[in-house]
Nanobody
Framework: VQLQASGGGLVQPGGSLRLSCAASGVIFSINAMGWYRQAPGKQRELVASITSGGSTNYADSVKGRFTISRDNAKNTVYLQMNSLKPEDTAVYYC????????????????WGQGTLVTVSS
């Protein structure tokens, strides 16, 4: 199983970006999916998560500005980021809890490679 993240880049303050993360490989079921970020010199932190049923959770710092969504048919999770601020600058990582077979007893946790988001004028 692999997660491939894309969509990062350089954007001015107040701008928008949309991140995508597609899971591929031998996949039977995907449970929760999420986005984390890590700024230079800081610990990785949860940005947003979404369950298989569509329930979402956001860090307080991004509530009202970021929206997480998923397309279960495409095994893909998205992060729409609006009203971006310089403090949103970080490497963004996606992750997902995945079972590769119907008889898997546990969910494997997989991470994407990270995509850099830079918010600067």
């Amino acid at each position: 199983v692999q997660l491939q993240a894309s969509g990062g880049g350089l954007v001015q303050p107040g701008g928008s970006l949309r991140l995508s993360c597609a899971a591929s490989g031998v996949i039977f079921s995907i449970n929760a999916m999420g986005w984390y970020r890590q700024a230079p010199g800081k610990q990785r932190e949860l940005v947003a998560s979404i369950t298989s049923g569509g329930s979402t959770n956001y860090a307080d710092s991004v509530k009202g500005r970021f929206t997480i969504s998923r397309d279960n048919a495409k095994n893909t999770v998205y992060l729409q980021m609006n009203s971006l601020k310089p403090e949103d600058t970080a490497v963004y990582y996606c992750n997902a809890a995945i079972k590769s077979t119907a008889w898997s007893r546990t969910w494997g946790i997989y991470w994407g490679q990270g995509t850099l988001v830079t918010v600067s004028s």
